[in-house]
C-alpha cells in the first residue's frame, strides 16, 4: 500500500504541506485559503442536502390556497394542528408502521442469527451465503419487485397481493443490511472476552446470554433502526406488491399527480425529528459506553 | 472461529457442527424462497405468451427479448446516461464533503456524519416531492434563474431531463458520501505527510497517496449511487417529462398498468443482465473486488 506513496514523486518542490508543519507564513496563509477552499465547498454541498429539508420544514407552516405548495402566502398552525385532516393519509401512515415493525423483528431475528454463523463459525458454502447476502443489495428494486410480483401472482401462491405480500418483502431486502450491520460489530469484538467467561465456567448459553449478545446488543439495535427506516420508506417495491393496501410512501406517489396536501410536510418533518432524536441518543449512548470501557 | 471457543465446545462437536447450519437454515431459506426463487419466476415469466386473463404458458418465446430491446433501447440508455451523470455528480459533491469530515472536522466529526445522514430522515418520496416543488415553475428557483436570464423567459427547471438527474444525484447522495467517508477515514495521514516530506505538492500527494488509497470507498460508492439510479423511476415521475422516461418507467407501466407480464419480465431480466455486466466490468477495472 505505501508503495503508492513512494519517493518518485519528484515534482517541483514546494513548501506548503497538506499536514500541520508550516514552514514559512507564505505557507501558511496559502495553507490556509486552500484548507477554507474545500470547507467551502463542503459547506455548500450541505447546503444542497439541505435544501429540500428546509423547505419540508418551512412549507408544513404554508397557509396554501393552491394545490402544490411552491409559493410562500402566510405562517399558519393549521396543518400541525390536523395533521390526519387529509383522507387515508393517516391510515396509510398506520399501515406503514406496522408494516415497519413486522419487518424489523423478522429481518433483526433473521439477520443477526445469519450474522452469527458467518463469523462466529466455519461451513461449507461460506461463499454462497455471502454472495446470497450481498445479491439482494446490488439488485434494482424494480427487479426485485416485479420478481416477487410474478411469484405471487402465480396461481400456485396462497397468498393475495396486500399486506402479507408487503411484509414478506419489506423482511426480505432488510435481511442483508442487518447482515452486514451486525457482522461489523461482531468482527469487532475481542474474542479473549468470551474465552474469558468460558474459562470462568460460563457455559456455552450463558456466555451468549451474558457476555456476547450484550457486547453485540449496539449492532442489533443500530440494525433493526436500518431496517425500520428502510421498511418505512421504501416505494418502489411495495408499489409491486401491495395490492390495494396504501403505504404511507403510495399514498405520498398518489398526491403527486392530485394535488399536495401541506400536511405531507408535517410528516416529512416529525419522521425527520423523531429520526434525529434516535440517532442522538444513540450517540449518547455510544459515547458513554466508550468512556465506561476506557 | 477461535481457538479457545473450539476448544471448551470439544465435547459437543457434532452439534457445534450443526450449529452454524441451523443459525442459516431459516435467513437463507427466506431468501431463497422470496429472492431467488421470484427471479426464477421472473425469468419463466418473460419466455411466456399469453394475457392476464386467459393465463399464461411457457413456451419458450424468446422473440418477446429481440422485441423489447428494439422497442425499448433508448430508455435503457437514456437509464443509464442518466444514472451515470449522476454518479458523476454525486462523487463531485461527496467526495469534498467526506474529505473534509475525514480529515478537517476535528471535534465536529460526529455532528458533520449526522448533518449528512439527517436530510435522509425525510422519507425518500417527501424529499422528492419538494425538489417538485423547490423547482416548480412558480417556484423561486426558476423564477429567480429567469430574473437573472439564466433561464429564458418561457423556460423551466422542472420536467427536464436536468431536475431528474438533480433528483438523483440528491437522492442517493448517502451512498455515495458514507463509503467515500469510510475508505477515507482509515488512511492513516502519516503517508500523507510522509508524501510531503518527500516533496510531494499538496496535490501530487493527493493523487499519488490519497486519491488511491480512497478508491475502495470510490468504487463501492458509484455502484451503491449507480445501481439504485438506473433502476429507478419516481424521479422521472416527479420530475421528469413523459417523453424522456428511463427503463423503470417502463418496466413499472408494463407490469402494473398494462400488465404486460412477459414483455415486462423480459425488460426488468434485461436490465439485471445489463446492471450485472457493467459491475463486473467496472470492478475489474478499478482493480478491486472488494465491493462492501
Known sequence: ?294 | MTAGTADLAGRNRRRRRNTPYLLLLPGLGFLALFFVLPMLFLASNSLQTGNIYDGYALTWHWHTYVQVFSDYHQQFIRSFEYAGMATVAALAIAYPLAYVIAFKSGRFKNLLLVLVVAPFFVSFLVRTLAWQSILADDGYIADGLRTLHILSSGGRLINTPFAVVCGLTYNFLPFMTLPLYASLEKIDVRLISAAADLYAGPATAFRKVTFPLSLPGVVAGTLLTFIPAAGDFVNVEFLGDPLHQMIGNVIEKRFLVQTDYPAASALSVLLMAAIIVLVIIYTRRAGTEEIV
Open chain 1, 1 to 294: 500500500m505505501a508503495a503508492t506513496a513512494a519517493p518518485s514523486t519528484t515534482s517541483a518542490p514546494r513548501t506548503s504541506a497538506p499536514v500541520p508543519r508550516g514552514r514559512s507564513a507564505g505557507s501558511r496563509a496559502l495553507r490556509w485559503v486552500r484548507n477554507h477552499i474545500t470547507q467551502a465547498y463542503a459547506a455548500l454541498a450541505l447546503l444542497f442536502l439541505f435544501l429540500p429539508v428546509a423547505y419540508v420544514l418551512l412549507f408544513s407552516f404554508n397557509n396554501t390556497s393552491s394545490r402544490f405548495n411552491e409559493r410562500w402566502t402566510g405562517f399558519t398552525w393549521t396543518y400541525w394542528r390536523h395533521p390526519c385532516a387529509v383522507p387515508g393519509m393517516c391510515q396509510s401512515l398506520k399501515i406503514s408502521l406496522q408494516l415497519g415493525a413486522i419487518a424489523t423483528v423478522g429481518a433483526t431475528l433473521l439477520g443477526t442469527m445469519i450474522a452469527f454463523a458467518l463469523v462466529r463459525h466455519r461451513f461449507l458454502g461460506r461463499t454462497a451465503t455471502n454472495l446470497l447476502i450481498f445479491l439482494p443489495m446490488a439488485t434494482p428494486e424494480v427487479v426485485m419487485g416485479s420478481s416477487l410480483l410474478t411469484l405471487f401472482v402465480n396461481q400456485a401462491s396462497p397468498l393475495p397481493l396486500g399486506f402479507w405480500t408487503i411484509a414478506i418483502a419489506h423482511i426480505m431486502f432488510d435481511i442483508s443490511f442487518v447482515v452486514v450491520t451486525v457482522k461489523a460489530r461482531l468482527q469487532g469484538l475481542d474474542p479473549r472476552l468470551e474465552q474469558a467467561a468460558m474459562d470462568l465456567y460460563a457455559t456455552p448459553l450463558q456466555t451468549l446470554r451474558r457476555v456476547t449478545l450484550p457486547l453485540v446488543m449496539p449492532g442489533i439495535v443500530a440494525a433493526a433502526l436500518l431496517a425500520f427506516a428502510l421498511s418505512f420508506d421504501d416505494f418502489i417495491i411495495t408499489d409491486f406488491n401491495a395490492g390495494s393496501v396504501v403505504t404511507f410512501p403510495m399514498f405520498v406517489y398518489g398526491a403527486h399527480q392530485r394535488g399536495v396536501p401541506p400536511q405531507i410536510n408535517v410528516i416529512g418533518s416529525l419522521t425527520f425529528f423523531l429520526a434525529l432524536v434516535f440517532t442522538a441518543i444513540g450517540q449518547l449512548g455510544r459515547g458513554r459506553a466508550s468512556r465506561k470501557h476506557a
